[in-house]
């Protein structure tokens, strides 16, 4: 499974974007759905009951994205690059 998010701050002249891919599971253990469910988390769609999924993560990457007047150009920001 795939999850992936973005914002941007204008303020700031920047955007991002992180991409995680990984092994989804749905969280059924009461105690851990309780926790959850006291979060200040929002659901994406309204549903009777709460439903979680963990998402553990085997690969990270993102980018930074830098905006400039006129244009946009695209940092790519990978943490398995080793520095030269």
Same mark, same amino acid.
């Given at each position: ?6 914002? !941007?701050? *204008?303020? +700031?002249?920047?955007?991002?974007? /992180?991409?995680?891919?990984? $092994?989804? @599971?749905?969280? #059924? ?9 006291s979060l200040? !988390?929002? *659901?994406? +769609?309204?549903?009777p009951r709460? /439903?979680?999924?963990?998402? $553990?993560? @085997?690969?990270? #990457? ?23």
């Amino acid at each position: 499974m795939t999850f992936e998010a973005d914002d !941007l701050e *204008p303020a +700031l002249r920047t955007a991002w974007s /992180v991409l995680l891919t990984g $092994t989804a @599971e749905a969280v #059924t253990d009461p105690p851990e759905v309780e926790r959850l469910a006291s979060l200040p !988390l929002a *659901p994406w +769609l309204d549903s009777p009951r709460p /439903v979680f999924i963990r998402l $553990t993560p @085997e690969k990270i #990457t993102g980018r930074r994205i830098p905006l400039h007047p006129g244009g946009v150009t695209t940092e790519h920001i990978d943490p398995t690059d080793e520095p030269s």
